[in-house]
């Protein structure tokens, strides 16, 4: 048997399978084939045509057997999971996908940031943004309507819960989001005086930019309230 292709860009199958076999004894090289088949796990492969498994894959492959073995997850189940974390979602046991930090992980489950989730952009239907955000499906129509949360793409993004959830708890003290346009010509302006500065990229000083504007309309916002 050739002995297994290994570089600090990945492991050999090999490889994965003698680290994988420590906790799951009855997986195979057959078996990894199959979950890769599937869509599962897609290892980048060399020039020579051997699959590599980066970290993120093994911890991936991990997920799978385990959500098999304790769980009894069927495949078309753990497939929808990984979906749903590749979105930047957390998989919830016997309902939909949510967004995270709005469910504790799944006891005996990898967590999703073991196999590379961390730091991936959120990625909601408007379903998903709607339950995010604890609004109503007319709440969200007049939000959308007067652009204060736009999709990107065929989906919305971290910010759009959080500007959802804050528009429905301002309708609770009576602020339409009619009456937010002025918030978001205000956002408009700063983000455009910002990217005079910055340029059109996201940077780290886009983000410091940012949090100083923040806080500076917070500060004069309360400099115009009663005393």
Do not use: C, W
């Given at each position: ?6 570089s ?5 199958i ?18 990894i ?23 993120a ?5 991990r ?15 753990i497939?929808e ?20 930090g ?26 998903e ?36 959830k ?28 910002i ?5 059109p990229?996201?940077?780290e ?9 923040v ?13």
């Amino acid at each position: 048997m050739a002995k297994p292709e290994s570089s600090a860009e990945g492991r050999g199958i090999g490889e994965v399978l003698q680290l994988l076999r420590a906790e799951f004894a009855d997986v195979t090289i057959s078996k990894i084939r199959f979950l890769e088949a599937e869509g599962l796990v897609t290892p980048a492969r060399t020039a020579s045509g051997y699959r590599k498994f980066s970290s993120a894959d093994v911890e991936r492959l991990r997920y799978v057997l385990t959500a098999q073995r304790d769980q009894y997850l069927p495949l078309k189940v753990i497939k929808e999971h990984l979906g749903a974390i590749d979105r930047g979602l957390r998989p919830a046991a016997g309902g939909p996908p949510v967004a995270p930090g709005s469910l504790p992980e799944t006891p005996g489950l990898p967590v999703a940031e073991d196999f590379g989730a961390a730091g991936i952009e959120l990625k909601l239907t408007r379903d998903e943004l709607r339950a995010a955000a604890g609004i109503s499906a007319e709440l969200l129509d007049q939000v959308e309507s007067h652009g204060l949360v736009v999709a990107r793409g065929n989906h919305y993004d971290g910010d759009a819960i959080l500007v959802a959830k804050l528009a429905g708890e301002l309708a609770g003290y009576g602020i339409e989001p009619r009456h937010l346009r002025l918030f978001r010509t205000a956002a408009d302006r700063e983000a455009g005086l910002i990217e005079q500065v910055t340029g059109p990229r996201r940077t780290e000083q886009t983000g410091e930019l940012a949090a100083l504007a923040v806080r500076l309309h917070a500060a004069l916002v309360r400099s115009r309230l009663p005393h």
